[in-house]
């Protein structure tokens, strides 16, 4: 045997063999529930029966900090999938979709790595939302070819209900071609109003905020929020035996995230931590450690640059998120984030006049460390109201309370104090209700001025056209 040639064939075969050995890519799945605050999840020690939730917690890892960019659907999934705040990517309104020249990171899995992609249920609203007889709006979107979420995904799939999810899946795992990786985005309806769940939670049994008024209604209007935690368990565990019938979870990335916090008071709609502060659980065998569970602050900017990562992918230098990839992966190599930043803007089709209440148009920014919260009201004459609940028994029932002299002192300033304060600082770690309004007090000034000095930062690099919290 000529020798040369047998060493020429032996080093191409060695180069050879890691591409034949390599693993396949992984296929990635994001799970959205809306209107989902932490943490009404079992798995976080919360009583609402969410058994598959629990189930899944214990595979993979839990994240107790992650706070999504917007206390509203619209803003908070532009960052979802595009890395950037939604002031950044110009979609803070809803009429107003991610514009086209905004990579949303499943169109960069498709391009650069190959992935087919999907998005189904309710798709919420990346390419805008107006009322459904708003015809001026939505002839603008036509005249100037604004919509383009069909054209960024491979399979496309809107509307249904819990029932339909699992025929969605399914069509989509059909549809992927031989020998592709793939990535689909669910997005379930619940929590989301009409709360018409079975009942399965006793109101009477369950932990009741320090900032509501314990009124009955109230607890009851919670008791059927968490009702539709529950019966959305059940759809997300459908999504999870639809990947299981095809032999998929084991090379699967599955992350279950909130888009925003529940519909009640000082939950959607408003820069409060109940507003903000959602689930997040990741599970991905060979890659997270089973049953872990991370203190870290996690942004809804930071799912984009993970999901590119776990591919394979270098994230874009103008996303701003931080990839979690090494914290799913426990490596010394995360750098943990200092704060996270949120916003507050126009909510759904909402128009401006001498009616409008905050639920409609209110105008804040939010930056919050581990331990303390800055929230600046640039619109703090707009009488409160809380979104999508407004009319449910338990606000009508501290509407009454209110006009009736009845509510307690605290209730009636978080409330119904006009004009709101213009600043508000917390120390969470105190006062996790964010009750005690710190600002301006001396003690707190070098940590008012720290917070305040890194939301202008966050201000300037996003382009944010409010003016900025410090003259200096």
Not at 182 to 191: A, G, I, Q, Y
Request: charged share 20%.
């Amino acid at each position: 045997m000529n020798f040369c040639r047998t060493a020429s064939l032996l080093a191409a075969l060695g180069l050879l063999l890691p591409a034949l050995t390599a693993a396949p890519p992984p296929n990635l799945v994001l799970i959205v529930s809306d209107d989902h605050s932490f943490p009404h999840v079992g798995a976080y020690g919360f009583p609402v029966k969410t058994p598959n939730l629990d189930r899944f917690a214990a595979e993979g890892m839990a994240f107790t900090n992650m706070f999504t960019t917007a206390p509203q659907c619209a803003p908070s999934r532009a960052s979802f999938a595009t890395g950037r705040s939604s002031v950044a990517v110009r979609a803070s309104r809803f009429s107003a979709g991610v514009p086209r020249e905004v990579a949303m990171f499943p169109e960069i899995l498709r391009r650069e790595a190959g992935y087919y992609t999907g998005i189904c249920r309710r798709a919420h609203h990346l390419d805008g939302w107006t009322d459904p007889g708003n015809s001026l709006t939505r002839s603008i979107w036509t005249e100037h070819n604004l919509q383009s979420v069909p054209e960024r995904f491979d399979f496309v799939k809107m509307g249904g209900n819990e029932t339909t999810t699992p025929a969605y899946v399914a069509e989509f795992l059909d549809r992927i071609p031989a020998s592709k990786p793939f990535f689909l985005w669910v997005n379930f309806s619940d929590p989301h109003h009409p709360w018409t769940a079975p009942r399965v939670n006793d109101p009477a049994k369950l932990p009741y905020p320090a900032d509501w008024p314990n009124l009955p209604e109230l607890r009851d209007d919670f008791g059927r929020y968490l009702d539709e935690v529950s019966r959305m368990d059940g759809e997300f565990q459908t999504v999870l035996d639809a990947l299981a019938q095809r032999g998929l979870l084991d090379n699967t990335l599955v992350v279950f995230v909130g888009d925003n916090g529940v519909a009640l008071p000082r939950g959607k709609g408003a820069l409060d931590d109940r507003g903000l502060h959602v689930p997040l659980l990741a599970r991905w065998p060979g890659h997270i450690t089973a049953g872990r569970a991370s203190p870290a602050l996690v942004s809804g900017e930071d799912l984009a640059p993970t999901f590119l990562e776990a591919a394979g992918l270098k994230p874009p230098v103008d996303m701003t998120g931080h990839s979690l990839l090494p914290l799913l992966q426990d490596s010394p190599a995360y750098v943990p984030r200092e704060y996270v930043f949120a916003m507050r803007g126009v909510h759904g089709a909402s128009i401006f006049d001498e009616n409008t209440k905050s639920s409609g148009y209110d105008l804040a920014r939010t930056v919050r460390s581990d331990r303390y919260k800055l929230i600046l009201n640039y619109t703090p004459w707009m009488p409160y109201a809380p979104v999508d609940s407004a009319a449910d028994p338990g606000w009508m029932a501290v509407l009454s309370a209110h006009r009736e002299g009845q509510l307690a002192g605290e209730f009636e300033q978080l409330y119904f104090k006009s004009p709101r304060p213009i600043v508000e600082l917390y120390d969470l770690q105190d006062d996790p209700a964010e009750l005690h309004n710190l600002a301006g007090r001396p003690a707190y000034a070098a940590i008012e001025h720290k917070l305040k000095a890194a939301l202008q930062e966050k201000m300037i690099i996003d382009y944010d056209y409010l003016p900025l919290p410090l003259r200096e």
